[in-house]
Structure formats: structure tokens, C-alpha cells
């Protein structure tokens, strides 16, 4: 089943085209990493997917992005219901400076969930999925920006979930931890993809072919190869995927 | 093989990382920056204990709390002190929202960088400008051309005018300092820009837009030139009527009165006695700054 598809999108930052006509096919509750060197595209190509880019001055954007048969740069789309239903987890670590309990909370509060007991017992679930409950559950009102790197990272995924998404988009969300950090990080991706679509913005080529089930090589705005990550990196068909994937540039 | 191994002795010393010794200009420098550095602290200590003896003495609790009165002879700058705080007060109330309004525009939605230089621009010619043309405009577009009469009324519009670029400036650099990516968390999370704004965004610029605040207070107690022009020299009476009546009629501070005091009319232990009362405020004001930061940073970890 698809739950993100993309025709023909292109982007200009000004006279920068940084993406150049992408038609990729995301397959629901399956994990995809976008791989790519440097300024390839990938990341801005996750960020059009939930539209963090609009507000990046002199950005324009063509072509469509459908979520659930929806494009999502119609002018009727309610942004916030948009974001609600694809979350997005970013490169480091951004707990606000408020309370691990209200971090989790701040985006139920956003959609408007006002009853206690509700927002506790999200938030508890939430934590739980985000496999930091148990480390967290007994100073759940003490300030977030004291948990280590991994755990404020596991907090953020926390506070995505809280608002039930049914995609998470996540950029490079393991590259400022620690190695233990990232594996309890990947862990948690395959647990999530059994419920959710998510879609990984990766530079660790092993860490693509460790958790994904597709993946997608980006080359200076162009996607070079789509396909099932075992194919990707056993037989890729493009050279310069086979390039990348053997370490001879990026 | 070793380096120190087939060394002999005159070799180990050049090699060794012991024998630490003052250099003659640093020496010299360190001591010429030392004397301007208890220069500076003599001058303010002496300039302030100064005011304080001289001031201190002047200060009593009928001083404080009643208003002059020529019949029995008794000097009291209770008017005065009411006229501050109502000063400061209106002043506040214009000032804040506008100002803090302002920076919030400037820095989260003014798409234009044309425009947000042209703000930047005019906000800091504002705040270079002398008090007393502030007080000549104020004298007559307030007090004249909206007719509002030398008043209180007319000295919070003026300085508001005068403190604005303090709050926009300050509070804009307050708002600069919070991280992108507390703004992209909350995006992200489908959080709208305004609410944003006020969960995250004012909440973590508090101190600094707290800070600005304080500053304009002491730029308020403090102004004297101005308000002469716009408010009013005498406060010899206390304020009458309703609150509104009250504002619209005329009254000095207690810079003002300091002025009066020591320059118009000669009673120079008046005036000290005003001085050591501001100095008190003003210092007051810079601990409470000072209590307001420490106690948001700790908030904060």
C-alpha cells in the first residue's frame, strides 16, 4: 500500500534547483531511508513531504505531493492538520525547555486536548512507544534538557507520537548520538514501522541497510534509484548508485 | 627509540616544560590596567557614598510621605514620587505591547529585509537622539497639536516614544536568542506561528524582555529634560480628582524636582536627598535585573 506519493516535484531555492522532478512511491508502515552525499536533495525532500520548507524565503515548489490521495500543497490544507498526521523528528535533539511531562503534552495541547487524564495517559503511551518510559517515569516533571542526548532524541520521538501521526519523517535522527544511543534509536524504528510509514533521512549507509525495507539514492537533486534495500545494495542498477554504496564518492 | 633516552643533561633542560617567567610588558600592562581598573571603581565609589552622606541625612519619613508645605516651612516630595510612578506606569503601559509587539513582528513575521533594516535603522537614530528634542516634539505634537496640555499624560506619550527603541532593540535580541529549532520542534508539530509565539517563543525570551522593561524604568526615573517641556516643573501639591484627572494635569518628577530644587531655588540638601533616592532606585533596579536572570536561568536548567 502507498501513503506518500510524489509526481514530478520540483524545487528552486532561488536560482538553486535543488530538487529536479522526483516521482517516488513511499509504501505505508514500511521504514524508507533517503540516501545521498552532502546537498543532494535528501533532506529537503523529506521536508516537502510535511511542508517545513514554506517558509524558507524565495523557495518555490511545483509538481504534487500526495498523502493518502491528498496533495498537500492545496491551497485548502489545514498545515497544523497536516503536521498532525505527518510528524517530523529532526537531526539533533530539540526538547523545549519545559518539563519532559509538558514536552510530550505541548503538541496535544496544539490540537486542542484539554481533559488531564487524557493528556496523562497519552503521554505515558506515547513515552512507552517511544521506548523511554522506564527511564523517565519517575521525574516525568523535571526539566527535559537534563536527559542525555539519546533520551532527549527519544523524548522528541515521544512528543511526535503523542499527537498519533501516521507518518514520522525523520532527518538524520541519529547523527549527533552516541552509538549506543543510535542503536536503542533504530531499535525503536523497526517497533515504530509495525504501526507507522517512516521515512529516515540517513549519511550511514549501514545504518539504510540495517533498518530499511526501501531505500531511495539522491544525487544532486535527482533521484538516481528507488527499490527494496536488499536490492539496492546487492545489485544496484545505476554505476554511480554502485559508486556511492561502495564508498567511491560522497 | 626514546627522544630523552640517549639525551644528556644540558639537552633534558631546553626540552623541559618548567620555568615559567614574567614577561617585562606584561608586567607593565597588567599594572597599568589594574590602576584604571581601581581608578574607575574610586570614582564611582567616591561619587556615590558622596550623594549618599550628603543625601542620606535629608531623608525622612515625613519627607517621603508628605507634600511641601510653605505655611509651617516643611519640605516633603510625596507628589513627586507619585508623579514618578505614574509616569512610569502609563509609560509601561504604551511602551510594553507596542514595543514587544514590535520586536515580535520585526523578527518572526516581517518578510521584507528591506524593510526590517529600514525599522533597525530608525530604532537606533531614536535611541542616539538627545532627550530635550524628544521633549520639544513632545511639547508639541502632545501637549499642542492633540491638545492634551502640559500633563503626566503628555510625559508618558513622549517617553514612551524615547524607550521604545530600548524595548524594541533589547527584546528583539531576547527573541533572536531562542533557537531554530525550538521554532522547527514546534512547527513540526503543527503548532500555528502565534502559538508558537506565545508558548515558546515569549516564555523563553522573558528574561531579556524583562530586562528591557527595567532599563526603561531607569531611563524614566532618570529623565529630566524632557519632562520639564511636557509635564510640568512643580509638584508641590499632591494629585487631585479621579485617575484620569489626575493624568491630565501637570506634575514633576523627582528628577524634575532635583533639578528644581538644586538649580531654581538654591535648597541644595533637597536635591542631594532626591539624588540619593534615585541612586537608591537606580541601583535597586539593576539588582533586580541582576535576581531576575539568575532566577530565569535557573527556571531554565
Known amino acids: 500500500m502507498t501513503k506518500i506519493i ?148 527519544r523524548l522528541c520521538i515521544a512528543r511526535t507520537l503523542a499527537v498519533s501521526p501516521e507518518a514520522i519523517l525523520m532527518d538524520e535522527p541519529t547523527s549527533a548520538l552516541d552509538p549506543i544511543s543510535t542503536m536503542k534509536i533504530e531499535e525503536l524504528m523497526s517497533e515504530l514501522a509495525k504501526k507507522y510509514t517512516v521515512v529516515i533521512v540517513t549519511h550511514n549507509m549501514q545504518q539504510a541497510a540495517r533498518i530499511s525495507d526501501y531505500t531511495a539514492f539522491f544525487l544532486l537533486g535527482e533521484m538516481i534509484e528507488y527499490d527494496k534495500t536488499n536490492n539496492i545494495f546487492a545489485a544496484p542498477k545505476d554505476q554511480r548508485t554502485e559508486n556511492y554504496i561502495t564508498g567511491r564518492f560522497g | 627509540m626514546h627522544a630523552g633516552a640517549t639525551c644528556k643533561k644540558g639537552c633534558e633542560e631546553l626540552n623541559s616544560i618548567t620555568g615559567k617567567r614574567k614577561r617585562p610588558t606584561d608586567i607593565v600592562l597588567y599594572s597599568i590596567i589594574g590602576l584604571f581598573t581601581v581608578a574607575v571603581f574610586a570614582m564611582t565609589a567616591y561619587f556615590a557614598g558622596y550623594i549618599l552622606i550628603k543625601g542620606l541625612r535629608g531623608i525622612s519619613f515625613a519627607f517621603l510621605t508628605t507634600a511641601s508645605n510653605p505655611i509651617i516651612g516643611t519640605i516633603g516630595i510625596l507628589p513627586a514620587i507619585l508623579n514618578t510612578a505614574y509616569i512610569i506606569l502609563l509609560t509601561l503601559v504604551f511602551a510594553v505591547p507596542v514595543g514587544v509587539g514590535g520586536a515580535v513582528y520585526i523578527n518572526e513575521y516581517a518578510k521584507s529585509r528591506k524593510l526590517i533594516r529600514v525599522i533597525e535603522f530608525t530604532t537606533e537614530t531614536l535611541s542616539g537622539i538627545p532627550s530635550i528634542i524628544f521633549g520639544v516634539f513632545g511639547y508639541v505634537f502632545f501637549c499642542t497639536f492633540l491638545n492634551l496640555k502640559v500633563s503626566l499624560l503628555s510625559g508618558a506619550f513622549t517617553l514612551t516614544i524615547m524607550v521604545l527603541p530600548t524595548i524594541i532593540r533589547t527584546s528583539q535580541e531576547a527573541l533572536k536568542s531562542v533557537p531554530l529549532s525550538y521554532r522547527e520542534g514546534a512547527a513540526g508539530l503543527g503548532a500555528s506561528k502565534w502559538y508558537m509565539i506565545r508558548t515558546i517563543l515569549l516564555p523563553n525570551a522573558s528574561s531579556g524582555i524583562i530586562t528591557a522593561i527595567v532599563l526603561s524604568v531607569g ?35 523627582l528628577a524634575v524636582e532635583l533639578y528644581r530644587y538644586a538649580y531654581s531655588r538654591g535648597e541644595n540638601e533637597v536635591g542631594f536627598a532626591i539624588a540619593a533616592l534615585l541612586l537608591i532606585i537606580v541601583i535597586g533596579l539593576n539588582l533586580i535585573v541582576k535576581l531576575i536572570g539568575k532566577r530565569l536561568n535557573r527556571g531554565a536548567k
Not at chain 1, 509526481?7 to 531555492?13: A, K, Q, R, S
Not at chain 1, 517516488?24 to 546537498?39: D, E, R
Not at chain 1, 535528501?42 to 515548489?61: A, G, H
Not at chain 2, 512643580?234 to 484627572?245: D, H, I, R
Request: hydrophobic share 40%.
Open chain 1, 6 to 153: 510524489t509526481e514530478n516535484l520540483h524545487l528552486h531555492y532561488g536560482e538553486n534547483h535543488a530538487l529536479r522532478g522526483i516521482d517516488l512511491n513511499i509504501h505505508a508502515n514500511k521504514i524508507t531511508a533517503l540516501i545521498g552525499p552532502s546537498g543532494c536533495g535528501k533532506s529537503t525532500f523529506l521536508k516537502t513531504l510535511n511542508r517545513m520548507n514554506d517558509s524558507v524565503p524565495n523557495i518555490k515548489i511545483t509538481g504534487k505531493v500526495l498523502l493518502d490521495g491528498e496533495d498537500i500543497y492545496d491551497s485548502t490544507v489545514d498545515v497544523t492538520k497536516l503536521r498532525k498526521k505527518a510528524g517530523m523528528v529532526f537531526q539533533s535533539p530539540n526538547p523545549f525547555p519545559m518539563s519532559i511531562y509538558d514536552n510530550v503534552a505541548y503538541g496535544l495541547r496544539i490540537h486542542g486536548i484539554k481533559k488531564r487524564v487524557l493528556i496523562d495517559e497519552i503521554v505515558e503511551r506515547s513515552l512507552q512507544g517511544a521506548a523511554i518510559w522506564d527511564e523517565v517515569k519517575d521525574r516525568l516533571r523535571t526539566p527535559a534538557l537534563a536527559l542525555s542526548g539519546g533520551q532527549q532524541q
Open chain 2, 219 to 253: 531611563r524614566i526615573v532618570g529623565e529630566s529634560a524632557a519632562l520639564l517641556l511636557v509635564a510640568g516643573g512643580s509638584a508641590m501639591y499632591l494629585p487631585k480628582g479621579s485617575f484620569f484627572e489626575q493624568i491630565k494635569s501637570s506634575g514633576s518628577t
